[in-house]
């Protein structure tokens, strides 16, 4: 890539952006986003990642991924891209790190009864949610409600996309984000497909696929020549991640080159993404994608579980409208400025999927010998 190409990163030496919503001091020795790296990882939204489901509910199972180490790896492969491309490898880390924080317990099935509860009052999505959180919701600052991100941080998670994300928040004027936001959809997408490859086969849910990109990874790691199923397993999926990375850099750059965009503020009114994959890849990666959907998303098990989700968070999101008192007094009184309903699922949304079940139980009336105790299983 051009040493032109290079200035498309956001730079912190010649920043002339917006920056934050309050202003405040330069740190002696953090750069901006590594200051917003720095609040998202110390945020409560972000420990409570470590709660939250990725396919599978937390503590079934310490091999599984959970909605924390997903964030965890996206990060770590969207600096890898960042650092390909010299683009801001600190910006791109800190929109991986806080792309899911708006994430509802129970992960796609959680936030749909959400959306569906809401739909009178706005809907819910995740993206949105996530602006929420970084803006309003998190509180460590006695000056101002948020975490007072950089705008090129908050743009990237407004504008976050993938086959389950689409942006809905209308503030920012931008088409689309620095290419380091672009690197996190791209990381994202390569990320949760590998690794809940890798858990769905680890469940016994799926067999291993028979599609080009994972028998191409079998061959390149000669599979038969290693006898353990789970080592057989791990290496597949990293060669698949290893695989896709090395051409997201290199089929970029190339985009990047015949792209025809001179400035940033290009890249910003460019609506298609320019962090991109081959088209071969590219169609090898969808094959991935439709296997999982197919054969793993839909399975019965994790359906009968959606169904659950659906009764569990419906029971929750009535009872706490009836008796707001039940939540933390934040939450009763930000209720008063943002609305009943709207707060419900602002509190609902920050739930830990143990959490919410946990609450489930304590708000049930009394139960009498006999009666039926909530279905969790």
Not at 340 to 350: E, F, H, M, P
Not at 353 to 367: A, Y
Request: with cysteine; hydrophobic share 35%; net charge neutral.
């Amino acid at each position: 890539m051009s040493d032109e190409l290079a200035c498309f990163a956001v730079n912190e030496s010649a920043y002339s952006g917006p920056g934050r919503r309050f202003a405040e001091k330069p740190h002696p020795y953090r750069t901006d986003f590594e200051r917003d790296r720095d609040r998202i990882i110390h945020c409560s939204a972000f420990r409570r990642l470590e709660g939250k489901a990725q396919v599978f509910t937390p503590g079934l199972d310490d091999y599984y991924r959970t909605r924390l180490t997903h964030s965890i790896e996206v990060a770590q492969i969207g600096r890898t891209i960042a650092k390909g491309l010299r683009l801001n490898e600190t910006l791109t880390e800190a929109i991986c790190l806080a792309h899911d924080l708006g994430h509802s317990p129970f992960g796609h099935a959680g936030e749909k009864v959400l959306n569906d509860l809401m739909s009178e009052f706005g809907g819910f999505e995740h993206n949105r949610q996530t602006l929420r959180i970084v803006d309003l919701l998190e509180h460590p600052y006695p000056d101002f409600a948020g975490l007072n991100l950089m705008y090129e941080t908050r743009l990237g998670l407004a504008k976050h996309r993938s086959l389950y994300d689409n942006p809905q928040e209308q503030d920012f004027k931008e088409p689309n984000c620095s290419l380091e936001g672009q690197v996190a959809d791209i990381a994202d997408r390569i990320a949760y497909n590998c690794h809940d490859l890798e858990d769905g086969m680890r469940a016994g849910l799926i067999s291993p696929p028979q599609i080009k990109i994972f028998s191409e990874a079998q061959s390149r790691i000669n599979a038969e020549a290693i006898k353990d199923e789970s080592i057989r397993r791990t290496r597949t999926a990293k060669t698949i991640i290893d695989t896709l990375v090395s051409d997201c850099i290199d089929a970029s750059k190339k985009n990047l080159d015949k792209s025809n965009v001179r400035t940033i503020n290009d890249v910003y009114g460019r609506r298609e993404n320019l962090i991109v994959l081959s088209s071969e890849r590219e169609g090898r990666l969808v094959e991935l994608e439709e296997f999982l959907l197919q054969n793993f998303y839909q399975h019965k098990s994790l359906m009968q579980t959606a169904d659950k989700v659906k009764k569990w968070l419906g029971r929750l999101f009535e009872r706490l409208c009836q008796k707001p008192d039940l939540m933390p007094g934040y939450f009763q009184r930000l209720a008063a400025q943002e609305g009943l309903q709207r707060t419900v699922c602002d509190y609902i949304a920050g739930m830990t999927d143990r959490f919410c079940l946990k609450m489930l139980e304590e708000i049930q009336p009394r139960r009498h010998k006999g009666t039926k105790k909530l279905d969790t299983d």
